[in-house]
């Protein structure tokens, strides 16, 4: 059970942390293999780039978990603490439909080129996140209504 909570708290950031590293150590190799040793690196570069995308979409899920995306907030301030449960949910499943079909088209375009092998894991991990977020939303809320309920409020 130890192990499945540090993936669920720490995934994102270990991977970021890997992946980044890993950038870093692929783009310095290159600078120096090609500036001076004068022979580039041919795969470096393309390495380099799927590395970026993975540090933006895993960096995307870390954000969404971590509830960072920007927002804008003036109308949801003035909701009711009902209503404010009830915007996050709404908000959270027109997201989750956003990236599925996203993680649909990313599937169907990844398989079309055949050779890539890379599928929109982070927009996978995003709409996960986004139902973990909306399971903690409503806890959250009928735990503290419960509680007001107990104390007479």
């Known amino acids: 059970m130890k192990v499945l909570k540090l993936i669920d708290e720490k995934l994102e950031e270990i991977f970021l942390v890997i992946i980044l590293i890993a950038a870093v150590v692929i783009v310095a190799m290159q600078v120096v293999t090609r500036y001076i040793f004068k022979i580039p690196l041919p795969w470096s570069e393309e390495i380099a780039r799927y590395l970026f995308l993975w540090l933006t979409w895993v960096g995307a899920s870390y954000a969404t978990k971590e509830r960072k995306h920007v927002s804008i907030d003036l109308v949801y301030e003035k909701l009711p603490e009902k209503g404010q449960m009830i915007c996050k949910v709404i908000t959270n499943i027109i997201w989750m439909a956003f990236l599925l079909m996203m993680v649909q088209l990313s599937m169907k375009l990844t398989l079309s080129v055949a050779s890539g092998g890379q599928t929109a894991t982070g927009m996978g991990l ?27 409020n």
């Open 126 to 152: 995003m709409a996960f996140r986004l139902i973990q977020n909306c399971y903690k939303d409503v806890k959250a809320y009928t735990e503290k209504k419960r509680e007001a309920n107990v104390n007479g």
